[in-house]
């Protein structure tokens, strides 16, 4: 899968980071992600934004890219002039609607009482969010944040 979203500026910094599909792996990720932006300087409220759309989307990797089962993970941050890309991927089942998928309550396991709201958080939380998914082969969530004054992610 080729990102949709993509830069037409080069990173001044990158990271790629991969784990197992384990729960406690989510907590991994987060706090990974907000070390790897602490140069931009990010607000309190930019970095709680941040690390919880990065934890909706680890967390939607794990449960219903791998139904809980084993698998892959692959984070990759981005930092632009005051912007992160994060991109949350694995090569689970895929999702058969994305356009369901993004429906607020919609959720494809509610036998484990999920909310339905994980994509709906991640996009109100960045500036820029894409998803791409072929089922039977992964998903893709690329996620962007404006984090500091200056010029922006063009």
């Avoid at 910094?13 to 729960?23: A, D, I, R, V």
């Avoid at 993970?73 to 356009?99: A, F």
Wanted: with cysteine.
């Amino acid at each position: 899968m080729e990102p949709k979203v993509q830069s037409k500026v080069i990173a001044a910094n990158y990271m790629h980071l991969q784990f197992p599909s384990h729960s406690e792996n989510e907590s991994l990720a987060r706090v990974a992600v907000a070390a790897f932006v602490t140069t931009l300087d990010p607000t309190v409220e930019q970095l709680t934004e941040l690390k919880t759309a990065v934890s909706e989307a680890v967390t939607n990797a794990i449960i219903h890219g791998y139904d809980g089962g084993d698998g892959e993970i692959r984070l990759h941050c981005k930092l632009y002039q005051g912007t992160v890309e994060v991109v949350v991927e694995d090569d689970g089942v895929g999702i058969d609607d994305i356009e369901q998928a993004r429906q607020p309550l919609f959720t494809s396991r509610p036998e484990l009482e999920r909310s339905g709201m994980g994509l709906t958080i991640i996009e109100n939380f960045v500036d820029e969010f894409a998803i791409e998914s072929e089922p039977g082969r992964g998903t893709r969530v690329t996620m962007r944040k404006v984090l500091a004054l200056g010029e922006t992610f063009n």
